[in-house]
């Protein structure tokens, strides 16, 4: 079954109560900006944001985060204000309620309540090893483009799929990530660095294993693009692709079969986990 995604599907970022919550905070930080004579570009550049997302903070069109809010407390001199409102933000936060796309939902389901997860990822991370400013910046790349409300909302949502990976019992997680993607700077330096380094911390946990693609191999079983697998505790395994807006949720026994042998000698010709985890090191130590 294919279905085309509709982002107006997803819930907007909250209630009138919580907008007008991060209008107060987004006219506090202009306030505390201005009073120290800086402007959003430079503020931008000593928080590792861009000029647009601090314009879109202060006009209170976009979640302020709440380690966001600590530093810039600490830079404008707000005296403790703003890192106490972090602690609101942050329970707003754990109260939302998180909801993905409904093309996306059946998926989303069926990997909370997985025993295995295969993914095989050529152009990015995979959403469930992505770090917050990794999957922000995906989402805002996206065309069309996805207002602000929106891009929260499935960063959010993509965040909070990831605590299936250390629940008890935890799925087994493999993942082949071609090193194209390691070597790609989304978001800048600074986000994919945070990025190859949240790699080699969940390579570390017992139920994740990462495998790099390698650049020099010369032919491989999925030359025909990503995949991910996963078997449903008590089901049959299935699997999962999207092409642009197509997004295809497998459950035909043959097909799954294939998908499963192009993703055994996929492995196959990947690095080791071990390897892996010292190329990316290697990338790490490049810059």
Known sequence: MAVRGDTSAEDPAGSEEVADLFRAIGRMIKAARERAGMSQREL????????????????????????FLVAVDELLGCGGLLALLAEDVERVKTRRRVRH????????????????????????????????????TIFTARRPLLDEDTIEQRVAARLDRQQVLTRWPPPAVTAVIEESVLRRTIGGWRVQREQMER????????????????????????????????TPNGKPQVGYGEFQSVNRLITDPDEVRMLAARYGSIRGQALSPSDSRALVEKLLGER
């Open 101 to 136: 796309p409904e093309w996306f939902q059946d998926y989303a389901d069926l990997e909370g309540k997985a025993v295995e997860v295969c993914f095989y990822s050529t152009l990015t991370v995979p959403g469930l090893l992505q770090t917050e400013k990794y999957a922000r």
């Open 44 to 67: 931008g550049q000593l928080v590792g944001y861009g000029e647009e997302q601090i314009s879109s903070i202060e006009r209170g069109r976009r979640t302020p985060q709440p380690d």
């Open 199 to 230: 790699l080699v911390e969940l390579s570390q946990l017992r139920n994740v294993e990462i495998q790099v693609l390698p650049l020099d191999c010369e032919g491989h079983a999925g030359m025909e693009g990503p995949f991910i697998l996963l």
